[in-house]
């Protein structure tokens, strides 16, 4: 099966863990008062480290699922050196004071707006994209001057073992530690008092996380998913579309969280995108016609659990009459499901209604776009929307009437790769926003600071005791405003 394994995760118990929470703690204060050059210092180790380790990184996701070493440079370790990269460029000023102007009332005073570290941060990643998805917000809470108790996904063993030998060959153990282990081990951290937690997953474990921060009143960013839209109208370049749509929804075998979860295609174009998302598959997936599972360029699902689930949402699929356009052999040996595109399955059907999370995409036409903003509007607000589209009109309606946590036009899934826009969620989808200059800002304090001169204010002559002269100033200044 494509996620075993040779050894056993190294699970931390409870006590252990409090230890490493309380341990970290101590350090925090320390890590407060440094400068730029410190935490730059730290983010150059990992840099160093992901330099000298990309066999050791390839490997692992593939003990864990089989995904192909280009996929892993392109998907883990490329996205993981952008971040590194562009915190290292901007880190500087991001820790600097922000100015802001000052008032009328405040006449005299300055402001500005002060970053300065949570504390002790608790990251939980996933199993997707289990080495950058760790990484991602580790690089932003190292920035921003945290300590950080990472958990991976015990789903992925393999680099869950790896990403705790990066963190042991990387960083001080006072700073940064590395927690394996399955929920249990997850429910222990979540009972301790961190600053802020990061957690990437399901909506279902989601509310989990939220429940337990509110016990302690602890700040959430809540990386999720849904089922995002692909919208194809009928002024779209099918060939280019057909092939960005391939390339986003089966990448990593489907198991991403801002994959195309289903696809809208305007009514007069659906044959012919149908044709080309054919072509476009075998393009990429199948060259040498032998059949996907032959391909060294497609992933597996992760283990026998989501396969199963997987292969029963196709199958239910098919028995309510739905039809194949594409795709559709699965193999429970190899945890392999084929690229599959499917017609005609009913609305209440677990392909409409689930996140699917794997290499299944169910389509259905539209006639206006006002139908399909409304089709998507019906289910909770999706992570991405993507629209396949050459008219500037229907990329601003769709934009302005269908919402969600994120976009690209004429593109999938790269917007996740841009530093400088903000990536997350909106209601189901998530809270919270990371990337660049957001994660930085997500796991610091923005402490605002306003600095008065001594002795005279303009404040001073709004003061009590309320006499007609006072009264006639704060008159004055509120119609000023």
């Not at 008092?193 to 509310?207: E, R």
């Not at 302690?216 to 839209?229: A, F, Q, W």
């Amino acid at each position: 099966m494509s996620s075993a394994v040779s050894a056993p995760l190294a699970v931390v118990s409870e006590e252990t863990i409090a230890a490493l929470f309380e341990r970290l703690r101590a350090r925090s204060a320390a890590l407060r008062q440094e400068n730029w050059e410190a935490r730059a210092a730290r983010l150059r180790k990992l840099a160093d480290w992901l330099s000298r380790n990309q066999p050791r990184i390839q490997q692992a996701l593939y003990a864990d699922f089989r995904k192909p070493g280009p996929e892993v440079d392109l998907s883990e370790i490329y996205t993981s050196q952008i971040e590194l990269q562009h915190t290292l460029q901007h880190l500087k000023q991001w820790m600097s004071r922000r100015r802001v102007g000052t008032p009328l009332p405040l006449f005299g005073a300055r402001g500005w707006v002060q970053p300065e570290p949570k504390g002790v941060v608790l990251i939980i990643a996933p199993w997707n994209y289990p080495f950058y998805l760790a990484l991602d917000p580790l690089i932003s809470a190292v920035a921003a001057g945290n300590c950080c108790i990472l958990k991976p996904s015990e789903m992925t063993p393999a680099t869950s073992r790896l990403l705790r030998e990066l963190v042991e060959e990387t960083f001080d153990p006072a700073e940064v530690v590395v927690c394996e282990g399955d929920k249990d081990v997850s429910t222990a951290l979540l009972r301790l008092p961190f600053d802020h937690i990061f957690f990437t997953g399901s909506p279902q474990v989601g509310k989990v996380v939220m429940r337990a921060a509110a016990e302690h009143l602890t700040s959430v960013t809540l990386e999720l998913g849904g089922k995002s839209p692909v919208v194809v109208d009928e002024t779209a370049n099918l060939r280019d579309a057909a092939e960005k749509i391939v390339w986003g929804k089966f990448l990593n075998a489907g198991q991403t969280c801002v994959a195309p979860d289903y696809l809208l295609v305007h009514e007069q174009v659906r044959d012919e995108l149908v044709q080309q998302i054919r072509a476009a598959t075998r393009r990429l997936h199948d060259p040498a016609g032998e059949g996907v599972q032959k391909s060294d360029s497609f992933a597996r699902i992760v283990n026998s659990h989501h396969f199963q689930r997987l292969s029963q949402l196709l199958e239910e699929g098919q028995r309510r009459g739905g039809t194949l356009e594409m795709g559709g052999i699965v193999d429970s040996t190899e945890c392999f499901i084929e690229p599959t595109l499917i017609d005609g399955v009913p609305e209440d059907a677990g392909l409409w209604r689930e996140e699917i999370f794997g290499p299944i995409l169910p389509m259905r036409t539209y006639r206006t776009l006002m139908e399909a903003a409304d089709f998507i509007n019906q289910r909770p607000r999706p992570l991405a929307l993507y629209l396949f589209s050459r008219s500037a009109d229907h990329r601003r309606y769709l934009l302005q009437h269908a919402p969600s946590g994120g976009a690209a036009i004429n593109d999938t899934v790269v917007h996740l790769m841009h530093p400088e826009l903000p990536f997350g969620g909106l209601g189901n989808s998530g809270m919270g926003r990371c990337h660049g200059r957001y994660g930085f800002d997500t796991f610091s304090n923005l402490k605002g600071v306003l600095q008065q001169r001594v002795g005279a204010t303009t404040v001073k002559l709004l003061y009590p005791p309320y006499t007609p002269k006072v009264r006639r100033m704060i008159a004055l200044v509120m119609r000023w405003f």
